[in-house]
């Protein structure tokens, strides 16, 4: 028998629609009584979104392929 998952884990599967039906509900209860999860969250999306806001688009190259790492 496995371990139950740490319910803190859950968070960011939880926002991916990445959980099961028992997961989300138990994750849904712990956060009517802990909103810290969120709070982390909103507070990383922020800053992430921030970031990205702030970087230039990389330079384009003649081969968007080599690009991305892709060899044709």
Not at 46 to 62: D, E, F, I
Request: contains cysteine.
């Amino acid at each position: 028998m496995t371990p139950p998952p740490d319910i803190h884990a859950l968070t960011g599967p939880s926002v991916l629609n990445a959980v099961d039906d028992s997961e989300r509900a138990a994750f849904e209860q712990h956060l009517a009584n802990c909103s810290a999860e969120v709070d982390e969250l909103r507070e990383s999306v922020t800053r992430l979104s921030l970031y990205v806001a702030r970087q230039p688009p990389p330079a384009q190259s003649g081969n968007d392929c080599v690009s991305f790492g892709v060899n044709r």
